[in-house]
């Protein structure tokens, strides 16, 4: 009896209490309003587990007035996404097992802008799926789905976001041109995200900036400058007032590779520092890496700054240009063949030196660039591009000496896909960094250079939706001459070549993005570089293998005498190196706003710069490792919070870092650098490290935005000497780095006061740079002399200016024909006279040491008038 009741309570356990029949007044879209009709008309409920996507789109298909619950779920049951099975009153949904009639798909496509410019870094988003990618420098991306309906959500900054539904039941190809925002300027972006926190990538030590913002930063000149709008961003700071050099982090100038459409520049400024040598009409967008660096690059330890170039459009024909007080420029566009191949050539020019000559004074001051890009489609799978560069500055003092120095850089490349996933690019480079110097007074001319040929192959292969591979191949040859001192007929100076250096660097590598959950995402990968330095060249041999000795009873380090020479011919390897690089980041979402990161980086630097100037000037000599001296070897971590607020409103980003170099090399006290044969002889090889706090907060959207960057760090250096007797460098003690700035405040922001007027403002706040003064004098012969502290133990004063700007766009509405807007900025508002140096002298009437601060900028006004049609 007790078994026949049991059996009866479950048979009507399990009999619906409800009818079986749903009624549709309107189908239902998605997966959470079809189980909602069905609960409320049924005695059903639905059982799933949260990786279940409810926002999931039912597909186009219109259903009947009224259906039964078990031929619903059969219909469901056919689009093999997921499971559905009546268990008594509960209706289990599962996810489908894999299998040949549910299987993954490629849904791959191209955004571009209305001119059919490629997007790099445009968002793609898929609502049903929760997941998305962004595109590459041409406009492409892909994705693999199971089987389906999706919904994409297609966005870029500056442009209006776009929406498709595609249904994917085969390998898809979508194109979409997005619209550009008519309350936007045209834009350039730093990173590939939008301004708010990216909370799943694994990316980290990466800020955005758009040209908006970047025009809008006020600057000296008033001439929008993508490399000073850095300085406003956490962990970078300037290398001195005017100084277009940046250091990310406590590393040195020469510590950060810049890379112009993937060719590496020497130099980064035009008139010793006061212009940089992007033009930012040309320039696509820029990515810094400070940290958690892809394996893709290599050869500096301190930052990578990836710049592209505007590839122009292939619709129609553009002009973009601006009249500045002492600068103009001009970028032209179009297409080669319409919808095949464009082009883009821009340029610019200075003219203060006209203002010079018309107020009769003999010095002159002028420099001007090119950029050029041309790319054409070959066929939906091949496309061949060309970029190009040349920049010229001029310098003349009087009658004293003239100085011309400048970059060039070409490289051609061919891109092929495969397929949807497999995309490679070929291409091969070249690059030079020249400076000459005549010497009027001495009659003779002094020349340097380093050039370099490359050859890059790059693949990215996407083998899935959760794993991304890039992987590739890269070789480097380096042509350096130090120095040619080359007198003229009247000159007594004798004609001299210092030895010119040779080196190859071939590296390899491969990087791999991989989505193991939801909530964890990782990018890990491997580097392996070479470095070989060819003959021919004479290498000096010296007593214990030591260049520089120390002479203990004078207390200094002097020039160790050659013992000898060991001649190397053409092509013969004087001293080659190898290291492992090995690379990991990674992501953990605690909920969709919020998340921890981490890295770890080893890089190796086989270039150096030898310099006794703490700011990037062209007179620095470029050296690579080779007998005397070790490559740099860094290894950096990073652990970082980051969290979005308000949807989105509001962002945070903190990291913490921590970076060890080995073999940093400084030079002894009264070295001799410029013209040195050996240079070896006055370097001694030592250790540096930084580590610090970085806060970033922004305000992303409204009519007032911005951010405010703080950074607290330490940038330390120690040189010990060759031997426990000797004192190396500040008596082989930890002393300060000259890019050391324990505190760093940057606050920006910019409010758009009606669609005409948007005013701006920047205020910088950097701890001085770290320099040695003198701590008192002793006299010899009647003559003061002055004894010095040791290395870098004082400061410049704080370093601080308040910069205001406003653009007027008369026309915000016209969207064709002729365009235009205007910037008035003020750089230094309260006229802060801060110190590029400070001079300690005796005056000549009072015969009173004293100490004189130079100063480069006080209050500084600047108007532009900047316009496209």
């Not at 008139?271 to 940290?291: I, T, W």
């Amino acid at each position: 009896m007790k078994q026949w009741l049991l059996l009866l309570l479950f048979i009507v356990s399990n009999l619906p209490t409800k009818a079986q029949t749903i009624q549709f007044k309107t189908s239902p879209t998605t997966l959470k309003e079809l189980m909602s009709l069905v609960e409320e008309q049924t005695s059903y409920s639905f059982a799933y587990s949260n990786n279940i996507q409810t926002n999931r789109a039912l597909g186009a298909e219109v259903l009947p007035a009224s259906m039964e619950v078990k031929q619903l779920l059969e219909k469901l049951n056919l689009q093999h996404a997921y499971k559905y099975e009546i268990i008594g009153n509960t209706i289990t949904v599962k996810q489908a097992a894999q299998n040949n009639a549910q299987k993954n798909y490629t849904l791959s496509g191209t955004i571009t802008d209305p001119a059919n410019v490629p997007l790099l870094g445009a968002n793609i988003y898929v609502e049903e799926a929760a997941t998305g990618t962004s595109t590459d420098e041409n406009g492409k991306f892909a994705l693999e789905l199971p089987a389906g309906t999706y919904t994409l959500n297609i966005s870029y900054i500056g442009f209006m976001n776009q929406t498709q539904t595609v249904n994917l039941n085969q390998d898809i190809t979508i194109k979409a041109q997005l619209e550009e925002d008519g309350e936007s300027l045209e834009e350039v972006v730093i990173t590939q995200n939008s301004k708010a926190v990216d909370i799943k990538k694994p990316q980290m030590s990466m800020n955005t900036l758009d040209m908006n913002e970047i025009k809008q930063i006020p600057v000296a000149m008033g001439e929008p400058d993508p490399l000073k709008s850095l300085l406003t961003l956490p962990g970078v700071t300037n290398a001195g007032e005017g100084s277009s050099g940046f250091n990310v982090r406590g590393g040195a100038a020469d510590q950060n590779l810049i890379l112009l459409d993937g060719t590496p520049i020497y130099s980064d400024s035009h008139m010793f520092g006061f212009f940089s040598v992007f033009n930012a009409d040309v320039v696509n967008n820029l990515e810094l890496y400070k940290g958690g660096i892809p394996s893709q690059f290599g050869g500096r330890v301190s930052s990578v700054l990836d710049v592209h170039q505007h590839t122009g459009s292939d619709q129609e024909f553009k002009a973009t240009g601006g009249i500045g007080l002492i600068s103009s420029k001009l970028m032209l566009e179009g297409p080669i063949e319409k919808e095949k191949g464009s082009f883009m050539i821009g340029g610019r020019t200075s003219y203060a030196h006209l203002f010079l000559q018309l107020a009769d004074n003999e010095n002159s001051a002028m420099f001007y660039d090119l950029n050029t890009r041309l790319k054409y489609r070959l066929n939906d799978k091949n496309a061949l591009s060309f970029s190009g560069y040349y920049g010229n500055d001029l310098f003349d003092i009087s009658d004293s000496f003239s100085s011309t120095y400048g970059n060039t850089m070409a490289n051609l490349k061919w891109e092929h896909r495969f397929n949807e996933n497999i995309l490679t690019n070929l291409a091969v480079f070249y690059s030079d960094y020249r400076f000459n110097l005549e010497l009027n007074s001495q009659n003779f001319e002094w020349q340097s250079a380093i050039k370099s040929y490359g050859l890059t192959y790059d693949w990215q292969h996407y083998l899935s939706e959760k794993v991304q591979l890039n992987y590739g191949a890269e070789a480097i040859y380096y042509e350096v001459n130090p120095g040619t001192l080359a007198p003229n007929a009247e000159s007594s100076v004798n004609f001299r070549q210092l030895d010119k250096k040779y080196a190859l660097q071939p590296s390899a590598y491969i990087d791999v993005s991989h989505q193991i959950s939801e909530q964890l995402n990782v990018r890990y990968g491997l580097r392996y570089s070479m470095f070989y330095r060819f003959g021919p060249q004479a290498i000096s041999r010296y007593a214990n293998n030591n260049p520089v000795v120390y002479n203990p009873d004078f207390g200094i380090y002097e020039e160790a005498p050659p013992i000898g020479s060991t001649p190397y011919d053409s092509g013969e390897v004087i001293r080659d190196f190898n290291n492992l690089e090995p690379r990991a980041a990674l992501s953990f979402a605690l909920n969709d706003d919020t998340s921890l990161k981490a890295s770890y980086n080893r890089m190796a630097q086989y270039l150096h710069i030898v310099s006794n100037s703490q700011s990037p000037t062209p007179v620095n000599i470029w050296t690579p490792s080779g007998s005397f001296i070790e490559p740099q070897l860094l290894d950096q971590y990073a652990l970082g919070y980051f969290r979005n607020f308000s949807n989105k409103k509001y962002s945070l980003e903190t990291e913490v870092f921590y970076k060890d170099i080995q073999n940093r090399i400084d030079y002894v006290d009264g070295a001799d650098l410029i013209a040195n044969n050996n240079i070896e002889q006055v370097l001694l090889n030592g250790e540096a490290r930084a580590y610090g706090l970085e806060v970033l907060f922004r305000k992303n959207t409204g009519k007032l935005t911005g951010w405010v960057s703080y950074t607290l760090s330490r940038a330390e250096q120690c040189t010990e000497g060759n031997s426990p007797e000797e004192p190396g460098i500040a008596n082989g003690d930890w002393y300060l780095s000259p890019y050391d700035k324990l505190h760093n405040l940057s606050v920006t922001g910019s409010y758009e006061h009606t669609k005409k007027w948007t005013f701006s403002a920047n205020f910088a706040l950097q701890s001085g740079q770290p320099v040695t003064y003198p701590n008192g004098y002793y006299e010899l012969g009647g003559i003061p002399v002055p004894n010095y502290a040791n290395r870098n133990e004082n400061r410049l004063p704080a370093y601080h200016h308040l910069d205001l700007a406003a653009t007027f766009t008369p026309k915000p509405d016209k969207k064709k024909g002729w365009q235009s807007y205007w910037v008035f900025s003020i750089y230094n508002v309260y006229n802060r006279s801060n110190a590029a140096s400070i001079r300690f002298t005796t005056n000549e009437d009072s015969g009173v040491n004293e100490a004189r601060r130079l100063s480069i900028f006080g209050i500084l006004p600047s108007v532009s008038y900047n316009f496209k049609f």
